[in-house]
């Protein structure tokens, strides 16, 4: 193809209906009018010779062919941007959104001290929050559909870049009149106290070893190390028994209000649940390994100014109180 004849317009014209899938939406993010995008969506059709996207009920889905060109042709834009320079960020002035991959637990921890730090920093600001537990996600931030990410990730490809937020090992959750609230907890007791445990994957959605591996990133998909606990149990007669196994964190209170099972939780979240009171948090009886977790991005967002700042806001968040293991 002669290059000559491709307008760098029409590539952002495929960028917006890329990612908002409505001819409406790619105007307004553009600052055209329907019928200049609907134009140059043709004259882009003609020269590459496909339809590139095709309108159904849910939008304008993309073809085989849009779908192939879409991540390098947004990473191929980013550049062009850094290379030029961008315009420094003025959070008292920018009405743009963040889009951020996180589960229900990082979400209640993190992600509503940060609404409250945008509402006074960055009021005209939107945060929207995808689950960073859906099987696509690295495809997403590939997509550039997902600007930062929140877990904790066994391998980070060479594309994506990482930093961590703190670091988090198991403890034990219970009510705070169970039978062994008084004490610390044996691993007799887990053998006589049934477990719940929070698992957003298995071996059915191809998990290994607690993670799920797609597109080279491995993301934690149990929350809680399933190794240190069958370590500790290595060679036993009986190990304990995991009675219910949750995919949203958020539903353990409700589980053990009137029971005497024990859930075992990331220790920010246990903390965070006994600081709202009628819960307490016990050690594991067993040495627990420690996770990272991190925030992770594209490469090529490295230098924008906007998730520069926001990464920055994240990094700095005073969360002591609910850190460690």
């Known amino acids: 193809m002669n290059l000559g004849r491709v307008d760098l317009n029409l590539l952002r014209v495929f960028d917006a209906i890329f990612e908002d899938r409505n001819l409406l ?62 315009e420094p960020f003025d959070p008292l ?36 929050i995808r689950p960073s537990t859906r099987l696509d996600l690295a495809e997403q931030i590939d997509l550039g559909r997902i600007d930062i990410a929140v877990g904790i990730f066994a391998d980070v490809p060479d594309r994506f870049h990482a ?43 191809g998990a290994v070893g607690g993670f799920i591996m797609e597109r080279g990133l491995a993301r934690q998909s149990e929350m809680f190390s399933r190794q240190s606990l069958d370590e500790a149990f290595a060679g036993a007669a009986a190990g304990p028994r995991m009675r219910i196994s949750v995919a949203h964190s958020l539903a353990i209170p409700a589980l053990l209000r009137n029971s005497d099972m024990l859930a075992l939780v990331p220790g920010p979240l246990g903390r965070a649940f006994a600081q709202q009171g009628g819960w307490i948090t016990r050690d594991t009886p067993y040495v627990t390994r420690v996770a990272a977790v991190q925030l992770i991005w594209h490469g090529r967002n490295e230098h924008e100014p906007a998730l520069q700042w926001l990464r920055a806001q994240l990094a700095d968040m005073d969360l002591s109180e609910r850190q460690g293991p």
């Not at 993309?62 to 191929?76: D, G, Q």
């Not at 961590?164 to 403890?171: A, F, I, P, R, S």
Request: proline share 4%; net charge positive.
């Open 25 to 86: 939406l790619a105007g307004k993010r553009l600052n055209v009018t329907q019928s200049a995008v609907s134009h140059a969506l043709g004259r882009l059709r003609d020269l590459l010779g496909d339809d590139l996207f095709v309108r159904t009920t849910r939008g304008m889905e993309p073809t085989a062919r849009a779908l192939a060109m879409a991540a390098p042709l947004r990473s191929a834009l980013a550049q062009i941007r850094a290379a030029l320079g961008n």
């Open 93 to 128: 002035a920018a009405t743009r959104e963040f889009v951020i991959a996180a589960n229900d637990y990082i979400t209640w921890l993190l992600l509503g001290p940060l609404s409250e730090r945008l509402s006074a920093l960055a009021p005209q600001v939107n945060l929207r």
């Open 163 to 205: 930093t961590t937020l703190w670091e988090q090992g198991d403890v034990l959750l219970m009510r705070e009149h169970h039978p062994i609230a008084h004490r610390a907890v044996t691993r007799e007791d887990l053998r006589a106290y049934p477990l719940v445990t929070v698992s957003t994957g298995g071996q059915e959605e």
